[in-house]
């Protein structure tokens, strides 16, 4: 059974970089087609892709933040790391990983419950 | 860039009644690229129906999805109390605004 897990700072303030891990069980980023991806959710909105990663190092982002979204993976830990830089009130928001079967099935399942990031000074 | 547009924001119904919710892209897509999320409050969203008709493990039959090119739809035949949620469509990369289904 597949299960994702974010972990991270609760607060950070404006202009500082933010950092959240993502943990999972279940699958592994070295078996063909796996990958695994950031999605956000301000309060009140929609959920916003970040980023994604997948078992061949390839990368995709969204290209509105990808100036400031960093993407990357430790697969000895079977974990998934997501940086962003120059971080702001409007950054605040839900940040989940989840899982993505490969390039071709561009859904995300399962999602990990989330951990809610404030931007404040 | 393609836009996802959900109708109606908000849709009220009574349980055991039909909901139907629709999704229409800014351009032809491709069926297989076209997902529906359910979502509580204080959850995560949860993968419905991918493909645009197929339903994800665990899902019930209620739930059913349907179109292609740029229009798309989801229905939940009779709605359970436990329906009552957020719903959101999602292309590639791109999610819709959502439809909230709410108890009239």
């Known amino acids: 059974q597949i299960s994702l897990k974010e972990s991270g700072p609760t607060l950070v303030k404006p202009t500082e970089t933010l950092t959240l891990t993502c943990t999972f069980s279940?699958?592994?980023?070295?078996?063909?087609?796996?990958?695994v991806g950031w999605i956000r959710q301000a309060p009140g909105k929609a959920p916003e892709f970040l980023a994604v990663?997948?078992?061949?190092?390839?990368?995709s982002y969204n290209p509105s933040l990808k100036s400031r979204v960093t993407i990357t993976k430790d697969t000895s830990k079977n974990q998934v790391f997501l940086t962003m830089t120059i971080m702001d009130p409007i950054d605040t928001a839900t940040y989940y990983c989840?899982?993505?079967?490969?390039?071709?099935?561009?859904?995300?399942?399962?999602w990990g419950p989330g951990t809610l990031v404030t931007v404040s000074s | 860039e393609i836009v996802l547009t959900q109708s109606p924001g908000t849709l009220s119904l009574s349980p055991g009644e039909r909901a139907t919710l629709s999704c229409r892209t800014s351009?032809?897509?491709?069926?297989?690229?076209l997902a529906w999320y359910q979502q509580k409050r204080g959850q995560p969203p949860r993968l419905l129906i991918y493909?645009?008709?197929s339903r994800a493990t665990g899902i019930p039959d209620r739930f059913s999805g349907s179109g292609s090119g740029t229009d798309f739809t989801l229905t939940i035949s009779r709605l359970e109390p436990e329906d009552f949620a957020v719903y959101y469509c999602?292309?590639?990369?791109?999610f819709g605004q959502g439809t909230k289904v709410e108890i009239k």
């Open positions: 493909g645009a008709s």
């Open positions: 999602q292309q590639s990369e791109t």
């Open positions: 990663i997948y078992w061949d190092d390839d990368e």
């Open positions: 279940g699958f592994s980023l070295i078996t063909k087609g796996e990958g």
């Open positions: 989840a899982h993505r079967l490969g390039r071709g099935y561009n859904w995300f399942d399962p």
């Open positions: 351009q032809v897509v491709a069926s297989s690229y």
